[in-house]
């Protein structure tokens, strides 16, 4: 499994985020469908296979966590709303926050410095439901991409213009530079080139761009500050 609920704080996490905490509790993390008991698996940096979750004693019943396999494997050729709506859980919202410590002037953690403790989102993801709030746009490009025909499902993300998937995420063109005047989420194939480390930046080439006599000459680069 790619997310499940953090016990303490009710709030759903990419098994990816594991990444980025401290002291993973091997305890600490349940099923977003039914409650289960699941182990974050493979998250130290040094594994080879991506962090995920496992559900070592099983699923409880009704979980529509494990039906989602065979979903997104009929989603790949069809739309699967129905007139219920979206059949699966999916991410609704962007909310991004900091979760790295917050020290004090002497450097000792603060005691609402943890993540579980800084809870900004409300008491609706304590119960299993159907829409949840994302902390990466990990979670919310998956659901993108393995639900090509129901792309018209609710989505918000603080400063981007749209209000469903279809919306918010955009393709790049694919032959020339264009300026966008509005925000979304671009796309776009990543070239073959190495990745460009310069200072504070790093910068990946895409695959997009303007193009002459079949050369790339103005590829579109994404510029990811990594400062801090
Ligand atoms: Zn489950």
Same mark, same amino acid.
């Not at 709506?85 to 909310?95: E, K, M, T, W």
């Not at 918000?156 to 209000?163: F, K, L, M, V």
């Given at each position: ?134 902390? %990466? ?5 998956? +659901? =993108? ?5 129901? @792309?018209? &499902?609710?989505?918000?993300? /603080?400063?981007? %213009? ?5 919306? +918010? =995420? ?5 032959? @020339?530079? &264009?300026?966008?005047?509005? /925000? ?45």
């Amino acid at each position: 499994m790619e997310s499940a609920r953090d016990k303490c704080t009710g709030e759903i996490i990419d098994a990816e985020q594991l990444w980025g905490i401290e002291r993973v509790d091997p305890l600490g993390y349940e099923c977003r469908g039914c409650g289960a008991l699941v182990t974050p698996c493979s998250y130290r940096l040094e594994n080879k296979v991506r962090p995920y979750f496992s559900a070592k004693n099983g699923h409880n019943d009704n979980c529509d966590v494990e039906g989602e396999a065979e979903l997104v494997k009929r989603a790949q050729k069809q739309r699967v709303s129905t007139r219920d709506g979206f059949p699966a859980s999916f991410p609704d919202r962007l909310v991004l926050r900091d979760t790295r410590p917050v020290a004090d002037a002497d450097g000792t953690p603060t005691a609402a410095a943890s993540a579980k403790e800084r809870r900004t989102d409300g008491a609706s993801d304590v119960r299993p439901n159907r829409h949840w709030a994302a902390q %990466t746009i990990r979670p919310i490009c998956r +659901i =993108f991409l393995n639900y090509p025909y129901d @792309r018209d &499902i609710p989505l918000s993300i /603080p400063g981007i %213009t749209g209000g469903t998937y279809q919306h +918010i =995420f955009h393709s790049l063109k694919s032959s @020339r530079i &264009i300026t966008y005047p509005e /925000p979304h989420l671009f796309y776009a194939p990543i070239s073959w080139k190495a990745l460009l480390t310069e200072g504070d930046y790093l910068e990946i080439q895409l695959n997009y761009g303007e193009w002459k006599e079949r050369k790339l000459i103005h590829p579109y680069r994404v510029k990811v500050s990594w400062r801090n």
